[in-house]
């Protein structure tokens, strides 16, 4: 158990719906990471966040958004859903940003669009 | 862009054997971390083992080592005496300096320990 949770465990959606996945840091790391892991491949890092504010995004749409709250809790907003989207949705928090901070992964939330 | 390859989508091993996964990134970059996580099927990744990529001595956690070949550009992991909770997907992963922590992974290796 790494400390860091994810919720819901899975989720079905349908197309052009909206979705809000949640993480729960570890208390006292102030980075998170969120990353979407498609079936058969590796994750890939969607952005990330840094006392609160976005630090570094990857190739992905502005319909992928976040939010990080001063409780070490955050949020993965996807709008108007696509069939592609459907993936296991990775949150990782560190206790800094930078080379040599360890991530702790949460176990992920599976998400369905139909 | 820095790139991870697995060259190797599914390895099997019998139990209490050595297997060794293979790894390679290209990358511009002079200071770097590579790792090596697994995800069983539980989903949750868990980190195996780190090497610095200042630090020539090779990464060894208990039965996990690992062979670093810096110009090469390789970063294979050996599992000695496999275990059958050793059965896992595992990814090889790298974080330059000056990403913020972000991690680029490999495409994976499907790890099965059989009795």
């Known amino acids: 158990e790494t400390g860091v949770t994810q919720s819901p465990t899975h989720l079905i959606k349908t197309r052009g719906q909206q979705v809000t996945l949640r993480c729960s840091s570890q208390?006292?790391?102030?980075?998170v990471s969120w990353y979407q892991q498609a079936l058969g491949q590796g994750p890939q890092f969607i952005f990330q966040y840094y006392r609160e504010e976005e630090n570094g995004r990857g190739n992905f749409p502005p319909r992928f958004s976040g939010l990080q709250f001063p409780n070490y809790s955050s949020e993965l907003n996807v709008n108007a859903l696509e069939l592609d989207d459907s993936a296991l949705y990775l949150c990782?928090?560190?206790?800094?940003?930078?080379?040599?901070?360890?991530?702790?992964f949460g176990p992920g939330t599976r998400l369905t669009v139909l | 862009a820095q790139t991870v390859t697995q060259s190797q989508p599914e390895m099997s091993v019998q139990e209490a054997e050595t297997v060794t996964l293979s790894c390679t990134y290209d990358?511009?970059?002079?200071?770097?971390?590579l790792f090596w996580y697994k995800q069983p099927p539980s989903r949750q990744m868990i980190l195996v083992i780190r090497q610095e990529a200042y630090k020539q001595q090779n990464a060894t956690e208990n039965r996990f080592s690992v062979n670093f070949q810096k110009a090469a550009k390789s970063f294979s992991l050996k599992i000695s005496d496999s275990q059958l909770g050793d059965t896992a997907m595992y990814f090889c992963?790298?974080?330059?300096?000056?990403?913020?922590?972000?991690?680029?992974f490999g495409e994976g290796t499907q790890l099965t320990v059989n009795p």
């Open positions: 208390s006292g790391h102030n980075t």
């Open positions: 990782a928090s560190s206790l800094d940003r930078g080379l040599y901070n360890e991530q702790f």
């Open positions: 992963a790298f974080m330059k300096e000056t990403s913020g922590s972000r991690l680029t």
């Open positions: 990358t511009s970059e002079s200071n770097y971390y």
